[in-house]
């Protein structure tokens, strides 16, 4: 996953609509975005971070930052990922950095113990994808202890990402 910082905008109410338009405008000669989902701006460092939050400021508009993950465009999405991330309008899919926790499986966990593992942690997934030709997994942040303890039954060990 790649590092990703998110600006949620706090768009006044009863603005035209060109306003959203001229922050748009205003953004391209000066930041730039990776991507954008609604009111989400999405930058790829804190450089460019800064860049737009000034640019909020001259406009006046609230702004919360966030840590996001961009997920390789081959991840796997669970059923549970609407709950954890969100796709943009790029067709990128994130993930909230705060609430979720990757993992995988150590290179000396045994392969046919690590299948049994997996099928009990499907059920929690949010994600999975390749890194190296090495499955990553990705649960709830508060699964991280129940991980754990799953590869434990089954003699193996994760690594946290």
Do not use: W
């Not at 930052?65 to 961009?70: A, E, I, P, Q, R």
């Amino acid at each position: 996953m790649e590092p990703k910082i998110g600006l949620l905008m706090d768009l006044p109410e009863g603005k035209l609509p060109g306003f959203y338009a001229q922050i748009v405008k205003t953004l391209a000669g000066k930041a730039e975005l990776f991507d954008r989902d609604k009111e989400m701006l999405i930058v790829s460092n804190e450089e460019q971070r800064l860049v737009v939050l000034d640019i909020m400021a001259e406009y006046k508009i609230e702004t919360d930052t966030m840590k996001l993950s961009l997920l390789p465009d081959d991840a796997d999405l669970t059923d549970l990922f609407s709950d954890y991330g969100f796709t943009s309008r790029a067709e990128h899919n994130y993930l909230y950095e705060k609430i979720v926790v990757p993992f995988r499986f150590t290179s000396d966990s045994p392969e046919a113990e690590v299948d049994q593992a997996v099928l009990q942690i499907e059920e929690h997934l949010v994600a999975q994808y390749k890194e190296q030709n090495r499955d990553i997994f990705v649960v709830d942040r508060q699964l991280e202890e129940l991980m754990q303890g799953i590869a434990k039954a089954y003699r193996c060990k994760i690594e946290i990402l």
